[in-house]
């Protein structure tokens, strides 16, 4: 259900834009794709000379929140799930994103774009998985 107090279009629509133009950017400055488990997996099997964008990236990543808190108040963040259950779902994120050749990063927002049949594919299995299992979990189990 849509929390539509607290609802914020605009702020959405200017993070999606930044997310969008950023990547644009980094495609066309890099002619990489930001897919953030494919530079994270370049960092753990490095190539010479490949490694210095990809810590930048990735400090950009950890840093924006820091640099965000400075001006801004953080919301409160409250997850309903135990320790166990988000390693779980790490873990399986993780093994899905090596069987899919990606994640929603590189596949959704980078694939699409670039009209991609392998990333439309990908997001559309995705989001069914996603469907299917909130349905099993709300409506199902619990």
Do not use: K
């Not at 779980?88 to 774009?113: E, M």
């Not at 991609?116 to 069914?128: H, I, N, Q």
């Amino acid at each position: 259900m849509i929390d539509i107090e607290h609802f914020t279009p605009w702020s959405s629509l200017a993070g999606g834009l930044l997310i969008g133009v950023a990547a644009a950017m980094f495609l066309l400055f890099n002619g990489r794709v930001a897919g953030i488990s494919g530079i994270l997996g370049g960092l753990l099997r490095p190539a010479a000379g490949d490694i210095g964008w990809r810590i930048a990236f990735v400090a950009g990543l950890l840093g924006a929140p820091v640099v965000y808190g400075l001006a801004a108040r953080l919301p409160q963040v409250h997850v309903d799930a135990s320790v166990t259950t988000l390693v779980v779902a790490g873990l399986l994120v993780g093994a899905g994103t090596r069987y899919g050749s990606g994640c929603t990063s590189g596949h959704g927002v980078c694939g699409l774009s670039r009209l991609s049949p392998r990333s439309m594919v990908a997001t559309a299995s995705f989001m069914l998985a996603g469907f299917v299992t909130v349905f099993i979990m709300r409506h199902l189990i619990g």
